[in-house]
DNA sequence: TATTGACTTAGAGTGAACTCTAAGTTGTAG
DNA sequence: CTACAACTTAGAGTTCACTCTAAGTCAATA
């Protein structure tokens, strides 16, 4: 067998620190985590995927609380996916507007870049944003919405 | 004149809380904003451009500290460009990386999403992830590097 | 004149998410 | 037999980024 892992593989796994994957126990976000003989814990790979799915909302922004209500969501309703499907699909939506703001972000540090860009080029050492705002302007009027 | 703003203005115009600004200013991240003549404070528009770029540094994930040392480059540097610059690269470099993870984590919620879709569909309750592994099995295969 | 409201300061408090410590147990290697 | 490494627990401590409080100043209004 020895297909389940002691609480260090997983942390090496999954990147985690040993101590984040307890604390994500103790917090609600897994439950049940099979022991062994001497009471150490034994994770199974269900267990790793389901980790590293929570990773996946945690990386995306879900708080722990939200992670905590799905995962519960997860164990107390094994029929109710619906409610699950809703929650994913709400925090989506969110990941997907935050890309956009991030996307947006993007291009206006690039757009500075650029301006620096500009300026080591013409040997000047700032013209306190002239070039940079008629940038800002540009963005503002037909890049953004 | 009246172009300058109060610190309430400043909040307004931006999102950030009165506290906030302030908060800012404290650790390093404005600096010399002006005085009105009962010591409250006045910002010039290119106080609140500034702060706006601030703030879209620490929406992609910049930290305080990081905001801090460019801030102080723009301060103590002004002939300085390319340490700016290359500042300005290297952050823009961590967000790309930043979204494209993102992005990647998205596409698994939304496999997850189409999941419990198809659970749904099926009237199945949960086939404790059969279906969701062989979808994470693609994932890995030939969506993923 | 009294109150209201916006500002000022220094510094204390908060919430999130870990991160670490202390004290103890267990199993193996020398 | 002893040392060591890996685990266990409860709970304390840390970091970040604010957020709020208390006490005070000042200008305008009732």
């Known amino acids: 067998m020895a297909?389940?892992?002691?609480?260090?593989?997983?942390?090496?796994?999954t990147g985690l620190s040993?101590?984040?994957?307890?604390y994500y126990e103790k917090v609600g976000l897994l439950a049940l985590i099979q022991r062994s003989?001497?009471?150490?814990?034994?994770y199974s790979p269900e267990d790793v995927v389901w980790l590293e799915f929570l990773m996946r909302l945690r990386a995306?922004?879900?708080?722990?609380?939200?992670?905590?209500?799905?995962?519960k969501?997860?164990?107390?309703?094994?029929?109710?996916?619906k409610e699950r499907r809703l929650l994913l699909e709400a925090h989506r939506d969110r990941v997907?507007?935050?890309?956009?703001?991030?996307?947006?972000?993007?291009?206006?540090?690039?757009?500075?870049?650029?301006?620096?860009?500009?300026?080591?080029a013409t040997g000047k050492s700032d013209l306190h944003c002239i070039?940079?705002?008629?940038?800002?302007?540009?963005?503002?009027d037909h890049k953004l919405h």
Chains 1, 2 share one sequence.
Do not use: C
Request: no cysteine; aromatic share 6%.
């Open 96 to 120: 997907k507007q935050n890309l956009e703001k991030l996307a947006h972000n993007l291009q206006v540090i690039e757009l500075k870049i650029e301006h620096y860009q500009h300026l080591e």
């Open 131 to 140: 070039f940079w705002q008629n940038y800002l302007e540009q963005m503002s």
């Open 60 to 71: 995306t922004g879900m708080s722990i609380q939200q992670v905590h209500a799905f995962a």
């Open 37 to 42: 003989a001497n009471g150490h814990r034994r």
């Open 3 to 13: 297909r389940d892992l002691t609480i260090q593989q997983v942390a090496e796994a």
């Open 18 to 22: 040993v101590h984040a994957v307890r």
């Open 73 to 81: 969501l997860v164990r107390e309703q094994p029929t109710n996916v």
